[in-house]
């Protein structure tokens, strides 16, 4: 198995600056440890977003929805079965009615009977076919369904940000910040994130005020330009929070800002029925909700339609704006989302029975398949393996019942982009691999099932080529220590409103050495701990979710944390949550 985690202290990325006393030194250290320096760079208004003007393909795209909505043609979105794909069909749904689209539904395939994306067989359920397609988080892998759509008369449009393939479909318009060349500054938007910008555009065509180049975004976003009034597409912004937290893209500066706009609506209690009742069912508190109750209480929720029954449910969810009608299926979705565990569970211990009787073959790439695996399910055991071995790992199913052809789903490590290394394994053994697209960290692929083995072996060649062997040492950043008096709930506040944090910008993890003076068993597999500072003696509150190994924790200790609060019965006080320990 894989060594423990070196800790590591993050270096700052310069000195803090101009920031007012009353943000604490801690923080300013924090953010400086992300690039943050000054109080102008976590300024998360919405009147510094970037503008749409330089997002290619736009002008194209909106030439098509304008001519659809004043026609009144139909117009069919075709979103994806995860959070982002939800979210973000349910944006374009309620943003395309709010700009005069009276004729507007959607599609989302199945994961079981249609496969990913805008596929053949999706194109093929279409009936009546719409005149006009806009695809949500996908299609610009789907170049047989892009022509099955075009071959029925159906006009295409493509928003996506997944990365493109040698070759792009043959759509009447692509907005996407990731095709080569495209001018526009962020290339970490989500799928949720391409559509608001489109409908940013969409409406500035639509509703023409400001020049769009001097147009302040925070007017823009809420509809008001030269005194005119129109859309506030700000109604939205709960929902593409939600999406880009859940879909784990970068939060650079422009998603920080959507995701604490979106945070901000939803903790005034301006979210839709739909979010209110995912936040409830969650047993979250919608006036203190952060961006991880989003990526891990909301998405999964949302998600578990799509990897176990139909995304139709969470996309349901997030449209109706009956909030019984919302609660009712929020229940279902918590429901599902609990059988979701419950098979991953599973899964993941058979996955590391495979991986331990293994032994010293481990291989550098692991790619692991059994027959009665759920393929709705293999991301999230590649992504628990990939944490566990901390290497690259791609779990494979059946993609239905009989069938002889296995879904992946793949998760990386830093410094292994998991997307190309899928482009070697095709490039050197041409045929094997069916379709297959992704990111630097997550990628899907299809094969046949009798290829698994030349597979497996195919891609552990690429990985042990181009992984160093450092590669294979987890490393677990820090923002170093505290001072003995900097244990306090004004701090853990302080951290908890700063972010968002997310991906690419990290919550606050702190190391420093402790005496544990009393610990106990939460079930099987979590402690609870009681920590003495040496320093000056004061004994702390810890929880190690998944830290039990049966085993007491050692005497004297260095733990890596983060500053937390524990509210739990209405009762406030400061609690440390560990991450990792060792002993000191």
Same mark, same amino acid.
């Given at each position: 198995?894989?060594?423990?985690?070196?800790?590591?202290?993050?270096?700052?990325?310069?000195?803090?600056?101009?920031?007012?006393?009353?943000?604490?030194?801690?923080?300013?250290?924090?953010?400086?440890?992300?690039?943050?320096?000054?109080?102008?760079?976590?300024?998360?208004?919405?009147?510094?977003?970037?503008?749409?003007?330089?997002?290619?393909?736009?002008?194209?795209?909106?030439?098509?929805?304008?001519?659809?909505?004043?026609?009144?043609?139909?117009?069919?979105?075709?979103?994806?079965?995860?959070?982002?794909?939800?979210?973000?069909?349910?944006?374009?749904?309620?943003?395309?009615?709010?700009?005069?689209?009276?004729?507007?539904?959607?599609?989302?395939?199945?994961?079981?009977?249609?496969?990913?994306?805008?596929?053949?067989?999706?194109?093929?359920?279409?009936?009546?076919?719409?005149?006009?397609?806009?695809?949500?988080?996908?299609?610009?892998?789907?170049?047989?369904?892009?022509?099955?759509?075009?071959?029925?008369?159906?006009?295409?449009?493509?928003?996506?940000?997944?990365?493109?393939?040698?070759r792009l479909p043959a759509a009447d318009a692509i907005v996407n910040p990731n095709l080569p060349g495209d001018p526009f500054p962020s290339k970490a938007l989500a799928g949720v994130g391409v559509m608001i910008y489109l409908l940013l555009a969409l409406r500035a065509r639509l509703f023409p005020g400001a020049h769009p180049d001097r147009e302040d975004q925070e007017?823009?976003?809420?509809?008001?330009?030269?005194?005119?009034?129109?859309?506030?597409?700000?109604?939205?912004?709960?929902?593409?929070?939600?999406?880009?937290?859940?879909?784990?893209?970068?939060?650079?500066?422009?998603?920080?800002?959507?995701?604490?706009?979106?945070?901000?609506?939803?903790?005034?209690?301006?979210?839709?029925?739909?979010?209110?009742?995912?936040?409830?069912?969650?047993?979250?508190?919608?006036?203190?909700?952060?961006?991880?109750?989003?990526?891990?209480?909301?998405?999964?929720?949302?998600?578990?339609?799509?990897?176990?029954?139909?995304?139709?449910?969470?996309?349901?969810?997030?449209?109706?704006?009956?909030?019984?009608?919302?609660?009712?299926?929020?229940?279902?979705?918590?429901?599902?989302?609990?059988?979701?565990?419950?098979?991953?569970?599973?899964?993941?211990?058979?996955?590391?029975?495979?991986?331990?009787?293994?032994?010293?073959?481990?291989?550098?790439?692991?790619?692991?398949?059994?027959?009665?695996?759920?393929?709705?399910?293999?991301?999230?055991?590649?992504?628990?393996?990939?944490?566990?071995?901390?290497?690259?790992?791609?779990?494979?199913?059946?993609?239905?019942?009989?069938?002889?052809?296995?879904?992946?789903?793949?998760?990386?490590?830093?410094?292994?982009?998991?997307?190309?290394?899928?482009?070697?394994?095709?490039?050197?053994?041409?045929?094997?691999?069916?379709?297959?697209?992704?990111?630097?960290?997550?990628?899907?692929?299809?094969?046949?099932?009798?290829?698994?083995?030349?597979? !497996?072996?195919?891609?552990?060649?690429?990985?042990?080529?181009?992984?160093?062997?450092?590669?294979?040492?987890?490393?677990?950043?820090?923002?170093?220590?505290?001072?003995?008096?900097?244990?306090?709930?004004?701090?853990?506040?302080?951290?908890?409103?700063?972010?968002?944090?997310?991906?690419?910008?990290?919550?606050?993890?702190?190391?420093?050495?402790?005496?544990?003076?009393?610990?106990?068993?939460?079930?099987?597999?979590?402690?609870?701990?009681?920590?003495?500072?040496?320093?000056?003696?004061?004994?702390?509150?810890?929880?190690?979710?998944?830290?039990?190994?049966?085993?007491?924790?050692?005497?004297?200790?260095?733990? !890596?944390?983060?500053l937390g609060i524990d509210d739990w019965q209405g009762r406030t006080r400061l609690r440390l949550l560990l991450r990792h320990r060792e002993p000191a």
């Amino acid at each position: 198995m894989t060594p423990p985690p070196a800790l590591r202290r993050r270096a700052l990325a310069g000195a803090p600056h101009g920031w007012p006393a009353q943000v604490h030194p801690v923080l300013q250290r924090v953010y400086a440890a992300r690039g943050v320096l000054c109080p102008a760079d976590a300024e998360h208004r919405l009147a510094r977003l970037l503008p749409p003007q330089t997002l290619g393909g736009l002008p194209r795209a909106l030439d098509l929805i304008e001519a659809a909505i004043a026609a009144d043609r139909r117009i069919l979105v075709a979103g994806d079965f995860d959070a982002d794909g939800a979210t973000g069909c349910a944006v374009a749904l309620r943003g395309l009615r709010m700009l005069g689209a009276r004729n507007v539904g959607y599609v989302v395939p199945n994961r079981f009977e249609h496969g990913y994306g805008l596929s053949p067989a999706l194109v093929a359920t279409l009936d009546p076919a719409p005149d006009l397609l806009i695809t949500v988080d996908n299609g610009i892998s789907s170049l047989a369904g892009v022509d099955a759509a075009r071959a029925r008369g159906v006009a295409v449009i493509v928003t996506d940000h997944h990365l493109p393939g040698e070759r792009l479909p043959a759509a009447d318009a692509i907005v996407n910040p990731n095709l080569p060349g495209d001018p526009f500054p962020s290339k970490a938007l989500a799928g949720v994130g391409v559509m608001i910008y489109l409908l940013l555009a969409l409406r500035a065509r639509l509703f023409p005020g400001a020049h769009p180049d001097r147009e302040d975004q925070e007017a823009a976003i809420h509809g008001r330009s030269s005194g005119q009034k129109r859309p506030d597409l700000a109604a939205l912004l709960d929902l593409v929070a939600l999406g880009t937290v859940a879909d784990l893209v970068p939060l650079d500066f422009n998603n920080r800002v959507l995701v604490d706009a979106g945070l901000k609506r939803i903790r005034a209690g301006r979210a839709c029925a739909g979010v209110a009742a995912l936040v409830e069912a969650s047993g979250r508190s919608a006036a203190t909700l952060v961006a991880a109750d989003l990526g891990y209480a909301l998405g999964p929720r949302i998600n578990a339609a799509g990897r176990l029954e139909d995304m139709g449910l969470g996309v349901e969810c997030l449209l109706t704006d009956d909030a019984a009608r919302a609660r009712e299926l929020a229940t279902l979705l918590s429901g599902i989302n609990d059988e979701r565990r419950g098979l991953q569970a599973a899964m993941v211990e058979e996955a590391e029975a495979m991986v331990a009787r293994a032994g010293d073959s481990n291989a550098i790439g692991v790619a692991l398949f059994d027959p009665g695996w759920h393929a709705g399910v293999v991301g999230l055991v590649a992504s628990k393996l990939k944490e566990r071995l901390h290497r690259p790992v791609i779990a494979f199913a059946p993609a239905g019942e009989g069938s002889t052809e296995l879904r992946g789903s793949a998760r990386s490590i830093a410094g292994f982009h998991i997307r190309d290394a899928l482009a070697e394994v095709d490039a050197r053994h041409p045929g094997l691999l069916g379709r297959y697209g992704g990111h630097a960290m997550a990628a899907g692929l299809s094969l046949r099932a009798a290829d698994f083995a030349r597979f !497996a072996a195919a891609f552990d060649a690429v990985a042990r080529e181009r992984i160093g062997t450092g590669l294979l040492s987890p490393v677990l950043h820090t923002d170093g220590g505290l001072q003995a008096d900097e244990f306090g709930l004004a701090l853990a506040q302080q951290l908890r409103d700063a972010g968002p944090w997310g991906q690419a910008f990290p919550e606050p993890l702190f190391d420093d050495v402790f005496e544990c003076v009393g610990w106990r068993a939460m079930g099987e597999r979590h402690l609870r701990l009681d920590l003495r500072d040496p320093r000056d003696g004061r004994v702390l509150q810890a929880v190690h979710f998944g830290g039990h190994d049966g085993l007491p924790p050692p005497a004297l200790l260095r733990a !890596a944390y983060e500053l937390g609060i524990d509210d739990w019965q209405g009762r406030t006080r400061l609690r440390l949550l560990l991450r990792h320990r060792e002993p000191a």
